[in-house]
């Protein structure tokens, strides 16, 4: 896969973006290389490859990230279309080496993120506080997930604002509303925990991002939890608490 042509696609779509003013974000392997130009070599090393686009924005402009996609030379997969209708589209170009996947409104996976009303908090891609949910909602990380969470700890600060900054409080609000989110979060903590020694080699950087786990974990474990949240924890792993996510 030939990385710098995606990249520069990329940066053209998202030029065109600001250009129409339309709320459309990068996530995925993309967004987080984007978001870690100091950490971003982590990729390399472990050959992380960026294989596609990934983009999130408002149903209601789709027409418009349609019309400029098509512009660049991009097609549309009528087959995906057929599939989930507005829940997702793909896009592609020469052949198939560039591929554009877009999702609309919030992150379908084993929980849900909703972007709506956070979409304009970074660009081009979703805040990365948004990154970092985007990996903690999935169940059963591989090696690629565990990576990326690592290097999106390494490159940012955690603190209470949206200032390009991992935003704890708000990654605990969600966690505190909602049990089977803090569940997968919690378990997710421990596994990096666990593996970040193979990840990771230098000492320092291992205890950085641990410490920053460990802040996440206490942060959302002190704060106070809701009535559903209380709940939905006495039927605890009773009953499922994620959604399976097929893969396309």
């Not at 591929?99 to 972007?115: A, G, N, R, T, Y």
């Not at 970074?122 to 805040?127: A, G, H, K, M």
Request: one cysteine or more; charged letters at 35%; hydrophobic letters at 40%.
């Amino acid at each position: 896969m030939n990385v710098n042509k995606i990249f520069v696609e990329l940066e053209l779509i998202c030029s065109k973006v600001k250009e129409l003013n339309i709320e459309f974000r990068v996530f995925g392997s993309a967004g987080i290389y984007l978001h870690c130009p100091e950490f971003r070599y982590y990729f390399e090393l472990f050959d992380r490859e960026v294989n596609d686009i990934d983009l999130i924005g408002r149903l209601s402009e789709s027409t418009k990230l349609v019309k400029l996609l098509k512009s660049i030379g991009f097609e549309e997969d009528v087959e995906i279309k057929r599939l989930f209708g507005f829940q997702r589209r793909i896009f592609y170009k020469d052949n198939g080496t560039v591929l554009v996947d877009v999702v609309f409104e919030k992150l379908h996976f084993c929980h849900d993120i909703d972007l709506r009303k956070r979409l304009k908090l970074d660009f081009p891609t979703i805040s990365v506080t948004d990154l970092l949910l985007s990996k903690f909602q999935k169940v059963e990380l591989d090696d690629i997930d565990l990576l990326d969470i690592s290097v999106l700890l390494l490159e940012h600060y955690i603190g209470n604002t949206e200032d390009d900054i991992i935003n704890v409080d708000y990654i605990s609000d969600l966690c505190s509303r909602n049990w089977g989110f803090w569940k997968t979060v919690n378990l997710n903590l421990n596994e990096l925990e666990d593996k970040i020694s193979t990840i990771i080699k230098e000492p320092d950087e291992i205890k950085y991002v641990i410490d920053k786990l460990m802040q996440i974990r206490k942060t959302i474990t002190n704060s106070k939890k809701s009535i559903l949240w209380k709940l939905r924890s006495i039927f605890g792993e009773k009953i499922k608490w994620f959604r399976d996510v097929d893969k396309l």
